[in-house]
């Protein structure tokens, strides 16, 4: 079941504490040293943000025993001009993502994420609580749930679950179509299976505009936009509502059967959900006088949370779902018109922000999105303190969402859960994916899950004739070519793991080599690759012509939590935002989903 309240707790903590998140520019990656561009996350808390965000997902007391078999790696890329914000920004931005290998079919990969950053000079003196950070916790709280089932149940995933954070996204989707673009390997292992979007979260179903049915958007809850790979209308993705893209045709039973199986997972969550509070929330609107309203209808899923085409874009599924992989984005109101505005003509707007001439009440990309906002317009109450405690209806709406997700991903198709395995679990990443002669490609098997056992040895056969040793290496490939690299782990104890990947170098001539799907070494390859293993591992070594490389999992130049730091929330507006206001229009003037 989803933990509400532990990703409650971090989304108070998180967008009180580190409030503006400029990609790209508070220092490089990593280095929270002041003297080298790092700034008080007062000022920009990016580099804090992506700190504290380590810590919690390889943290035991968040992740329990599966903590120290999650690996974070950083993927840094330079953003290009963007269209509104002027030229790129001084540093790189950065995609992190913790994996933990599946044991059944490592070679397929179930994606979640959402994207941390705040849009630049607006998001000012907030903690951008509702757009950016609602989805970040969003995801750690999935993987923090999907941990304690594999635990409570002793299993494993059975395939490789990955968590990313899309830097970028407010200045073009730039963090997710790199991740698309750079970090899909070409050959038959390492693809997505389904990708989750958690975009802006909390003011959606069971929610109602400010916690009453009496306001201007009439009577019914937060609409959902379940965004999910079209079916009919393929207008964000070909130009054309009726011309079904090539790439959705070659995948098209899959994306089917994850259509069917979403909508499945929503109904399920409603049913169970509903149970537990008696198919009632309560309008917690003080003008309400504490009246509670039937909830978890299913007839309400077809009303204000059915799952629908994407026609929405401009959301960090796309670059994935226009490769034809199975996925969806979950979107709260976002102001397109009046039917999603519950306020269409508010007493004192902070600024006139929203598409076609309606006030932008939601509040994303403005200075007004702090949690004490947030919790008003999904209950019509503070929560507590500036939100310390959380309204119901914002728990509960954070909690839908996240409910039908686990349900999903954690179907025998996806995710699953098979039976604990008793060896390690090998896996490796190769990069960059578009490898060319004479360059080196990093091979990083520090991503493989010791499950247990210790002082573990990596052999290499990288398909070209040449050997090497080491968690992570680099390998040059002299032609172009279909290279099946191996990777050989074997523990102090004897017990053995492998793991397979076609590298693609340069552009091959004739067909594609055969190999595993899912990476799976066979019997006779792992043996011959770690019979001659043994001893303590250091975790690094030369690899053939190339030389051996970092595991990239370093957050910076700090450490500690900021969660003691003594930092105060800082929620006021500073007014910066006002001389960015036409920058959300230009950005993100969504049309409805509907």
Request: aromatic residues 10%; contains cysteine; positive net charge.
């Amino acid at each position: 079941m989803a933990d509400e309240n532990y990703q409650y707790a971090q989304l108070y903590f998180m967008s009180s504490n580190y409030l503006m998140r400029y990609s790209g520019q508070d220092g490089p990656p990593g280095d929270l040293n002041p003297a080298d561009g790092n700034l008080p996350p007062q000022l920009n808390g990016w580099q804090e943000f992506y700190l504290h965000w380590k810590q919690q997902v390889t943290s035991p007391k968040v992740m329990g025993a599966f903590a120290k078999d999650l690996h974070v790696d950083d993927h840094n890329f330079q953003q290009a001009t963007a269209s509104f914000f002027g030229p790129p920004p001084p540093y790189q931005s950065d995609v992190r993502t913790v994996t933990i290998p599946g044991a059944k079919c490592p070679g397929q990969t179930v994606l979640i994420a959402g994207h941390p950053d705040s849009t630049t000079l607006l998001n000012t003196g907030n903690g951008s609580a509702y757009d950016d950070t609602s989805g970040i916790t969003m995801g750690m709280a999935e993987l923090r749930s999907m941990t304690k089932w594999w635990t409570k149940h002793h299993t494993w995933p059975a395939r490789t679950f990955r968590v990313a954070m899309f830097d970028g996204e407010e200045e073009g989707l730039y963090g997710s179509y790199y991740y698309a673009s750079h970090l899909i390997p070409p050959g038959p292992q390492g693809k997505i299976v389904l990708v989750a979007n958690m975009d802006q979260n909390g003011m959606e179903y069971p929610a109602h505009p400010a916690g009453s049915q009496q306001t201007t958007f009439g009577s019914g809850f937060w609409y959902t936009n379940v965004n999910a790979s079209p079916l009919k209308d393929f207008s964000i993705y070909s130009g054309s509502a009726h011309v079904m893209p090539t790439a959705f045709k070659r995948n098209l039973s899959s994306i089917k059967h994850f259509r069917a199986v979403l909508a499945a997972s929503v109904r399920k969550a409603f049913v169970v959900l509903g149970a537990r509070y008696h198919h009632r929330i309560p309008l917690e609107n003080p003008i309400e006088g504490g009246k509670t309203i039937p909830a978890y209808v299913l007839s309400d899923i077809k009303k204000f949370t059915p799952v629908q085409d994407d026609t929405l874009g401009r959301t960090d599924q796309v670059p994935f779902v226009q490769q034809g992989i199975p996925g969806y984005g979950i979107v709260g109101a976002f102001d397109s018109d009046a039917t999603d505005n519950p306020l269409e003509k508010p007493n004192s707007p902070l600024t006139p922000l929203g598409a076609n001439g309606i006030p932008q009440i939601a509040g994303y990309d403005t200075p007004r999105d702090n949690m004490t906002h947030f919790n008003l317009m999904a209950s019509g109450t503070t929560g507590g303190p500036l939100g310390q405690t959380g309204s119901v209806e914002l728990r509960r709406a954070l909690e839908l969402p996240m409910t039908w997700t686990l349900y999903l991903i954690a179907r025998p198709e996806y995710v699953g859960g098979v039976p604990h395995p008793t060896k390690p679990v090998a896996y490796f990443e190769a990069l960059p994916t578009a490898a060319k002669p004479g360059r080196p490609v990093s091979l990083n098997g520090a991503i493989t899950a010791a499950n247990g056992h210790s002082g573990l040895h990596y052999a290499w056969d990288f398909g070209d004739g040449s050997h090497g040793n080491g968690a992570v290496v680099k390998h040059t490939y002299a032609k172009a070519g279909w290279y099946l690299a191996k990777l050989g782990v074997k523990a102090s104890d004897g017990a053995t793991s492998g793991y397979e990947q076609l590298i693609k170098v340069g552009h091959p001539s004739g067909h594609r080599p055969a190999s595993n799907r899912c990476g799976l070494l066979s019997a006779a390859a792992l043996h011959t690759l770690t019979k001659g293993l043994g001893g303590s591992s250091s975790g690094s070594g030369s690899a053939g012509n190339g030389s051996n490389g970092s595991n990239g999992s370093k957050a910076g130049g700090g450490s500690g939590s900021l969660a003691s730091s003594g930092l105060s929330p800082v929620l006021a507006p500073t007014g910066l935002a006002v001389l960015a206001t036409a920058l959300v229009l230009a950005r993100r003037r969504r049309t409805p989903s509907r």
